[in-house]
Every structure is written in structure tokens, then in C-alpha cells.
């Protein structure tokens, strides 16, 4: 039998037609019932141009109604939508390209310039994103149902490719559909007609799968918005009383600084998670005192973007942690042969649920290097507690070794937070002629504070071997990838001082 991630949409456009869908960028409003017939237009459009099922179609623009419709048109084909990293670089996307096999590119019009250089010599067709605008006001007939099976791939995810060339990572309609379930099993506010807001891009896992098929698969109503616009964010939090709200620490602390945030009233937040990087302390402070805690989550795209969420109970208790997993996914903490670690021993996580992805697109041996025995390896460094919570400590390929002691940047990025005129910092790898490596810090400051004033204030914190032996100041904000994490392996590449020459030992 054939089973579609689309199958939800269609179900609520019969239960709750009326139901708003998708709001986009604050007043554009679709319903569940027009969605559907939107998408029936954009599914009936694709196939005149030789889409059908088992196609790839490649997807690249901003946030925009017309990229959601499109993407969910495909699906309904039983094509698998490749969405296209927007900040990428005509060569990054003719790999994309390459490497994917579309049968076609879309493209809104701010980049459709640069898909068409990372197309030139290709006989690929590039239509625009604009073509669906005038598809709203169709009323087609429903597309035939494809030939399709639950494990033929929905939707294939780039990776920011920080450590390698990008892979594809795969989702299949039933690894969707099982994370889906397994986090309505998990999470109360994750119910029919609940108001979630997304201001990330659509181009990483929590676009298109999170923030798209899930909550139009649970019947909930998404604020859609073009970007992320921190005063405009926050009113919508409050005029529109929205429920869940997930992203990234830099959405949380601008958003806390905000001169209105102290007298915003937020009190119809039910789940509010934060992943992609540790959550600074003052922003987790600051949202407390509110009566809104911030619930650390864990994921990457290899597993639907979120595989575990700190429980409500425990976001005073162990801000940190990242809880034990969900219903139906379990969460490891193991040593380099596979062995689990003991409480407070650190190790690698490891984890393995029916909706992690079944591998990455026609790579075999990167499947098979991160999938073992059913288990997924992260690369990323956790404690477990007595009790069974997890802290994430760092990346393994991130972890500095100095003078062969092992340093988490993360450690020295909480304690360089902490000072006043500190506004990011990233803190990466630098040559060192006597100790192989050594920690250095990337500061994004207001001005204010000095590099002398940071190792001080790290030396009073830290080890010695932990101290930022280099300090680059900067009064432009860090480099991040369009899932808003910082862009580690790309600031360190912008700063070739840190491996040409000996660094300061002040």
C-alpha cells in the first residue's frame, strides 16, 4: 500500500478545513483545506514537466509559501525534495547537483542567478519558485497516488559539510513518520491546532521535516516567517500566543535582549527547546525569569534533527541535560569498543530509533561508518549521570588535544560568556611548536572588553593548558551555517595566522 508524509495534510483538510495551516510572515494565511488543494495544483504542475515518482527535485530560495507548496507537491508525486543550502556557492551547489540527480531545480528569484552557474552545462530544466504563486487560486482534481513504499526516500538533507564534502542524508517516509509519532508519544504540546513558530531556514532538518511535515501531520498551525527579525519574533510570540517554539541559542539570547522582552508576556509558551550549541547560562537565567524554561534538546540531521529533549521537570535541575531519550529512541553513552560508560566517565553518544535516517544517499561507506549494529555514532562527546541524564560535552573531531590533555571548546566558550562585552565567541584549534595545539578564541565583542581581560578571566576559571593562549577579536557578528550554529571549520579557515606562525604565549 502506499503511504505518503503528505497523507496527514490531506486528513486534516477533511477534519478541520478551516483550521489555518500555514501563517506566513504574519497575516498570510492558509488553510488546511486550501493547502491541500494548493499542493494538489503544484503536484499537478510538477508532473507536466516530467516529475513522478522515484525523481529527486532540487529546491533552493528564502522562506516563502511558494517554496513549502512546491516542496509538498513533490511529495505527493512520491518524488524526494532536495532542498538547497541558500548561502551556498555556485561550485557547493553544482556538487549538490551532481551528487543528488534532480530531474529539476526550482528557484525563487534572489537565487536563481547562482543555481543557474551551478547548472551551466547541465540540461537540467530551472523553474522558478514565482510559477507557483498563481497556482493558489486553482481548484485541480487530486493527482493519482503513486506507486510508492514506505522506505522510499521523502526528503534528502544536505549536511553543512564542516568536516567533509556535504552527504545526503535520507529520510524515508516511514523514518518520518515514526519521529513524528514518537515525539506526539513524547510531547503533550504536540497536538492538532497547536501554534508553533518557525524563523530558521528551510534548507536543514529543522525546516522541511520539523517544522513542515510535522506539524502539518499533527494538525497544528505554523507561523511561517521570512526570517529571523528579533523584535518582530517576540511580538508574534505574544499577539499570537504561541505554544512551541524550538531554535537555536542565538534566536533565545537576541531575543532576550530585547528591550520589550522584560514586559512580554509569554506566558502561553508550553515547549520551548534549544539545541545546536550549549545554551549560555545568563540566556537560560534570563528566560527563567520569565517562567519560561528552556529545554535542551539534542539531534542532528542524521536523526529528524531532534532525538531527545531535556523532560520539563528536569530543565531546573539539570539545565544542561539533554534527558534519556524518548519513548520509542534510546540514547548511549559508550567507550571506543563499543562498551557503555560509567556515570561521569566520558564517551561517545550513540543512538538507535525508527527515526534516525536509513543512511546517507548513495554512500555506502559513510552509512556504514556511522551505522553499527543499529546504532548510529554521533561524534559527539556525553557524561551520563547516576540517573541516566546526558550532558553533551563537545564534538570528538572538535576536542583539542593539548599537550595531551584533552579540551572541550565548549568549556571555554561557557567561561568566556560570562564576561560583559562578550557578545559570541567561538573557540577552535590553533599550532602551537611545543604543545601540537593549543585553545584559541574567536570573540565577537561590543568593544568593551580587552583580550588581556579575557585570559585573565579564563586563568582565574580554568587549567592552565585550557587558557586561550590566542584571542581574535572582532566587531562583526560570527559566521554561522543556515541552521544558525556556528560555522566552527569555516572561522577557523578565515584566520590562517592561527597555523602560519607561533602563537602568542601570553
Not at 334 to 344: E, F, K, L, Q, S
Amino acid at each position: 500500500m502506499t503511504v505518503l508524509v503528505t497523507d496527514g495534510l490531506q486528513q486534516w483538510a477533511r477534519e478541520a478545513p478551516e483550521r489555518p495551516a500555514i501563517v506566513f510572515d504574519g497575516d498570510d494565511v492558509v488553510t488546511y483545506r486550501a493547502l491541500d488543494r494548493w499542493t494538489d495544483a503544484a503536484a499537478a504542475f510538477l508532473s507536466a514537466r516530467g516529475l513522478s515518482a522515484g525523481d529527486r527535485i532540487g529546491v533552493i530560495g528564502a522562506n516563502s509559501l511558494e517554496w513549502c507548496v512546491a516542496a509538498i507537491g513533490a511529495l505527493k508525486l512520491g518524488a524526494a525534495v532536495v532542498p538547497y543550502n541558500n548561502r551556498f556557492t555556485p561550485d557547493e551547489l553544482r556538487y549538490l547537483v551532481d551528487d543528488s540527480e534532480p530531474r529539476l531545480v526550482l528557484a525563487d528569484e534572489a537565487h536563481r542567478e547562482r543555481m543557474a552557474a551551478g547548472l551551466a552545462g547541465s540540461a537540467l530544466e530551472l523553474v522558478g519558485l514565482g510559477e507557483f504563486t498563481a497556482l493558489r487560486e486553482l481548484a485541480p482534481e487530486p493527482v493519482a497516488r503513486p506507486e510508492s513504499t514506505w522506505d522510499d526516500p521523502a526528503v534528502i538533507v544536505y549536511t553543512s559539510g564542516t568536516t567533509s564534502k556535504p552527504k545526503g542524508v535520507v529520510f524515508s517516509h516511514r523514518s518520518m513518520f515514526n519521529f513524528i509519532a514518537d515525539f506526539a508519544l513524547a510531547e503533550p504540546a504536540l497536538r492538532p491546532g497547536a501554534r508553533m513558530i518557525y524563523v530558521l531556514s528551510m534548507s536543514g532538518a529543522p525546516g522541511l521535516p520539523w517544522h513542515v511535515l510535522h506539524p502539518l501531520t499533527r494538525g497544528a498551525s505554523l507561523f511561517y516567517e521570512k526570517g529571523f527579525d528579533a523584535p518582530v519574533t517576540l511580538r508574534r510570540l505574544t499577539e499570537e500566543r504561541i505554544q512551541i517554539l524550538c531554535g537555536v541559542p542565538v534566536i533565545f539570547e537576541q531575543l532576550a535582549a530585547q528591550p520589550a522582552f522584560a514586559e512580554a508576556d509569554l506566558s502561553s509558551l508550553e515547549l520551548v527547546t534549544i539545541a545546536g550549541a550549549r545554551a549560555p547560562v545568563p540566556t537560560i537565567k534570563a528566560w527563567l525569569e520569565k517562567g519560561v524554561p528552556l529545554r535542551q534538546a539534542y539531534g542532528m540531521t542524521e536523526l529528524g534533527g531532534i532525538s531527545t529533549l531535556n523532560p520539563a521537570d528536569q530543565a531546573l535541575n539539570r539545565p544542561e541535560s539533554i534527558g534519556r531519550g524518548t519513548v520509542l529512541t534510546r540514547h548511549r553513552v559508550v567507550r571506543p569498543d563499543g562498551t557503555d560508560c560509567d556515570a561521569g566517565e566520558p564517551g561517545e553518544i550513540v543512538v538507535s530509533g525508527p527515526g534516525m535516517t536509513p543512511g546517507y544517499w548513495r554512500n555506502e561507506k559513510a552509512t556504514a561508518d556511522a551505522l553499527r549494529d543499529g546504532w548510529f555514532h554521533s561524534g559527539d562527546v556525553g557524561i551520563k549521570d547516576d540517573e541516566g541524564y546526558i550532558r553533551v560535552v563537545d564534538r570528538l573531531k572538535d576536542i583539542i588535544i593539548t599537550g595531551g590533555y584533552n579540551v572541550a571548546p565548549s568549556e571555554i566558550e561557557a567561561v568566556v560568556d560570562e564576561l560583559p562585552g562578550v557578545l559570541e565567541v567561538c573557540v577552535v584549534s590553533a599550532d602551537d611548536p611545543k604543545f601540537g595545539e593549543t585553545p584559541a578564541a574567536v570573540v565577537h565583542s561590543d568593544g568593551s572588553v580587552t583580550a588581556e581581560a579575557i585570559q585573565e578571566h579564563c586563568r582565574a576559571r580554568l587549567a592552565g593548558y585550557k587558557v586561550p593562549r590566542h584571542v581574535v577579536l572582532q566587531d562583526e557578528p560570527l559566521e554561522r551555517m543556515a541552521s544558525g550554529k556556528i560555522a566552527r571549520r569555516r572561522i577557523r579557515e578565515a584566520h590562517p595566522e592561527l597555523s602560519a606562525k607561533p602563537v602568542p604565549s601570553g
